[in-house]
C-alpha cells in the first residue's frame, strides 16, 4: 500500500498538473507552434492534429485507467479482462471517429 497509493496519486495527479500548464502557455503565447513551446511541451502535442493537442493526455490517463482496473480488480477473474477489452475497443472507436493524429500512419 505505500507504493501503491504515491503511484497512484503521481500518476493522476502530474498529468494534469503538466496539461495545465501547457493550456496556460497556450493562452500565453497564443500559438503551440513557438520553439519554447515545442521544447518544453512538445512531447505532447507533436503528432496531433492541433485541435486535439491534448490527446497525449488522454492516452496516459487512459493506460493509468486500464492498470488501476487490471490491479484492482484482479480477484474477478475474466470479468477483469473483458472490461479493459471494452475499454481499449471504445479508445480505438473514438480514436477512429476523432482522428486525432496528424499522419494516418499513425491513426
Not at 16 to 39: E, N
Not at 79 to 91: C, D, E, H, T
Request: a positive charge; charged letters at 15%.
Amino acid at each position: 500500500m505505500f507504493f501503491i497509493l504515491p503511484n497512484l496519486i503521481f500518476w493522476t495527479l502530474f498529468p494534469a498538473v503538466l496539461f495545465f500548464a501547457l493550456r496556460a502557455h497556450i493562452k500565453k503565447v497564443k500559438s503551440l507552434f513557438f520553439c519554447i513551446t515545442k521544447y518544453k511541451f512538445g512531447y505532447f502535442y507533436l503528432g496531433f492534429k492541433h485541435k486535439f493537442y491534448y490527446w497525449e493526455f488522454v492516452r496516459i490517463y487512459f493506460r493509468t485507467l486500464i492498470v488501476v482496473l487490471i490491479t484492482l480488480l484482479k480477484q474477478y477473474g475474466i470479468s477483469m479482462y473483458v472490461l479493459s477489452v471494452i475499454l481499449i475497443f471504445i479508445y480505438i472507436i473514438a480514436a477512429m471517429k476523432l482522428k486525432p493524429f496528424e499522419s494516418k500512419l499513425l491513426a
